[in-house]
């Protein structure tokens, strides 16, 4: 898929995300009301007593935390299959595909340049049989 189709694949998903939290999460009017606090020179503030704050049953605010987690996790959940069904790939987007072959190419640093990723390497399954136990010996 070429950067041009992704791109015109993820725009109209990315707009609608930014829409729906400016609009429907209320940061436009609070930015909005930020901005119109700085326009107007400061205001006498006049203090107003307030009646005291009711008592916050604490098992109620962890209810509510849980809740929201639950809901922001549902739309995370929500969001990704939306993202995943306009490009087309499965949930696994490497599935399918092979590691780059870089030998004698780009890279020529590192202590496996050079090794192909799909070489088994040295078989050293009879190692244990040939030492026995004088691993435990040696220390």
Known sequence: ???????????????????EALMEQ?????IISEV?????????IVETKQPPAPQINQQDVEDKRRELIEEQQRELKEQKRKL?????????????????NTTGTE????ALSGI??????????????LVGNSWKKAL
């Open 84 to 100: 995943l069904d306009a490009t087309g790939f499965s949930s696994n987007i490497f599935e399918g595909t092979t590691p780059i």
């Open 107 to 110: 890279s020529k640093h590192g």
């Open 116 to 129: 192909d990723p799909d070489d088994a390497g040295a078989d050293i399954s009879g190692l244990m049989a």
């Open 26 to 30: 209320g940061l436009l009017s609070s």
């Open 36 to 44: 119109v606090k700085g326009l107007h020179p400061m205001q006498t």
């Open 1 to 19: 898929m070429k950067k041009s189709q992704l791109k015109q694949l993820i725009k109209p998903i990315i707009k609608e995300c930014i829409n």
